[in-house]
């Protein structure tokens, strides 16, 4: 098995602050993991670690067959897709939905290309139509729904064929309908045995879809658990993480939480 992710005793320190203290975690590229944590368990700076935009204060960061810090970091970024609010803010309300997805690579790299050749066209096309967006192509991003926004972000993060999909908080901000459409997507996207080695970021496991095969649960900046879903995800490391007494169930494949 490869790994995709490889990290040893990687610690970020901020001033007087840990946000990550000593995080070992290997991700293989047929796994698919959630990370769940309460707010300020580390997760967005777990993913920054891991989408090469912030190097390890300690601690040895592998990811995709290099190390952090010996590789040009602008070599390593394309191979991994990335989705997360902040840079969603990045694209230009007026950008054509088509175009904010198939100027992916210019995201990645910082580099327009002059003419993107039609199978980047096709492929943006298509990816948009995996994430049941395809009619919204021609509209403007600003136009869109929350929903439909975090859509196009998934296949923009697709566009470049990455190794590594890493998704932070896909579901936020959606209503329900929006929530049970796009754990569906993702969904699929899960068991798609051609689909990238994926980590989803999130503080509900209602929104951990089917076909994710491992967790992690990150509490103020240590892992409380992680490892494969069923032997990993119980009320007890879940309430440990959140500091409250939970109790969880899981239905065809979907789960639940309440404090008891
Ligand atoms: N530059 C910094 N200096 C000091 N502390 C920081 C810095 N950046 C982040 N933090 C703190 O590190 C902790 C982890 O932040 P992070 O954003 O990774 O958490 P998170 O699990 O993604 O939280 P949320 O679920 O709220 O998004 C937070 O307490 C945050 O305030």
Redesign the pocket.
Known sequence: MVAVVDLADVSIV??Q?T?LDEISWRVDETDRWVVI?P???????LLQVVSAQIHPTSGVAGLLGEVLGTVDVFDLRPRIGLTSAALADRIPKSEPVHDAVVSASYAVLGRWREDYDQLDHERADELLDQLRVGHLAERTFGTLSEGERKRVQIARALMTDPELLLLDEPAAGLDLTGRESLVRTLSELAQDPYAPATVLVT?HVEEIPLGITHALL?KQGRIVAAGPLEATLTAENLSATFDLPLSLTSEAGRWSARAL
Not at 39 to 45: L, P, R, S
């Open positions: 901020r001033g602050a946000l944590g707010n300020g368990a580390g997760k967005t700076t503080h990150l």
